[in-house]
Nanobody
């Protein structure tokens, strides 16, 4: 079992940056691919980024490509989402999640474990 706790959210002006962190418990963290999803009010949850269990491969939604960077530190059981050039449309609750099916990383239903989320608000 993996428990996930996100942190690093907050209020930032458009054009600013935030770094989200996700701390994972358990000794099996390095056997999971990790993903970030977000959900804005009144909208469905959407895929943001994913990183393969080794860290060698990443995947991004088109809406964040070139602005967001996902990374992980398996020694520390941590995954990060560096968010630059933030836009008001990035406002949402951001969730990290763990998955063992790389082919399904864009799909939330393939993730077995989820964090509680952290709020990101970007003002215009």
């Amino acid at each position: 079992q993996v428990q996930l706790v996100e942190s690093g959210g907050g209020l930032v002006q458009a054009g600013g940056s935030l770094r989200l962190s996700c701390a994972a418990s358990g000794r099996t963290f390095s056997t999971y691919n990790m993903g970030w999803f977000r959900q804005a009010p009144g909208k469905e949850r959407e895929f943001v980024a994913a990183i393969i269990l080794s860290g060698a491969t990443t995947l991004y939604a088109d809406s964040v490509k070139g602005r967001f960077t996902i990374s992980r530190d398996n020694a520390k059981n941590m995954v990060y989402l560096q968010m630059n050039s933030l836009e008001p449309e990035d406002t949402a609750v951001y969730y990290c999640a763990a998955n063992r099916l790389w082919n399904g990383v864009r799909t939330g239903s393939t993730y077995a474990y989820w964090g509680q989320g952290t709020q990101v608000t970007v003002s215009s």
